[in-house]
């Protein structure tokens, strides 16, 4: 039941050293053939090249700003040509910026509610209009156990990790009897280059308070008392995509070591 063999699939912020580059790599070792969306071409070549080299898939490189509703559609478009079809969506954009909110411009709200949010709409929307005329494949939106919990410095993000949690399980609502199946996977704290370079080296009043949210996170909240590995939460997404779970609907599955057990 653990096989994607024949699955085609795409997996959005795809360039990186964190979870979609974990995501690729898990759906590839399950045999699904990948479509990696990222906003640098360069970076999502070589991510593409490592997964095909490893685990012997197809993959596709393509890019696209995910902020862009026209780009979005036209890179889903892209990957479904060029693949051959398309299976499995995992939406994986995000873009914050932290900080206690009354210390929040207009422009930094918005540009979190756009990348923490929106986006996920953008990638969503894209991929029913393959999805939905088939009459089956699965929608995995990325959200953080942040929109389950409080914290200070990362009050707009977390609200729109709720949001992410709220579209996902309304959207199944909306689309499950038609043969699309929308799930998502919140991570809770999460150890990659960007969190590294966050907590070690905060460059202003504002990074200073979202770091010092993580780690009161981390000695406080996390009861098995460590960050996550993106491989972790990727774990939890690749489970998703293959049949194994195939009667969840609409659910988000926390990968955040008790961060939150409600």
Not at 110 to 130: C, K, N, P, R
Not at 186 to 191: D, H, N, S, T, V
Request: glycine share 14%; charged share 20%; hydrophobic share 45%.
């Amino acid at each position: 039941m653990m096989d994607l063999s024949g699955k085609k699939a795409v997996v959005t912020g795809a360039g990186g050293d964190g979870l979609g580059q974990a995501i690729a790599n898990r759906l590839g070792g399950l045999g699904a053939d990948i479509a990696l969306i990222g906003r640098t071409l360069e970076k999502v070549q070589r991510r593409g090249r490592e997964v095909e080299e490893r685990w012997g898939v197809k993959t596709v490189a393509i890019s696209a700003d995910m902020s862009d509703w026209d780009q979005v559609h036209n890179a889903v478009r892209e990957a479904h040509w060029q693949l051959g079809g398309l299976d499995i969506m995992v939406n994986n954009p995000v873009m914050v910026a932290g900080g206690l909110f009354e210390t929040q411009t207009k422009e930094q709200i918005d540009f979190t509610v756009l990348g923490s949010l929106s986006m996920m709409m953008y990638g969503a929307h894209a991929a029913l209009q393959f999805l939905l005329p088939q009459g089956s494949g699965k929608i995995i939106n990325i959200g953080s156990v942040g929109g389950r919990i409080q914290q200070r410095g990362l009050v707009v993000y977390n609200a729109c990790k709720a949001g992410v949690i709220g579209f996902t399980r309304n959207l199944a609502h909306e689309v499950a009897l038609r043969g699309v199946n929308v799930l998502g996977v919140a991570p809770g704290i999460m150890l990659n280059p960007q969190l590294k370079q966050y907590v070690l080296d905060p460059q202003d009043d504002q990074e200073r308070a979202g770091r010092a949210a993580i780690i009161e996170a981390i000695t406080q909240q996390v009861q098995l008392g460590r960050a996550s590995l993106p491989e972790e939460a990727a774990n939890m997404v690749a489970f998703l995509a293959t049949e194994a779970a195939d009667y969840l609907c609409g659910q988000t599955i926390d990968v955040a070591g008790g961060q939150w057990m409600g």
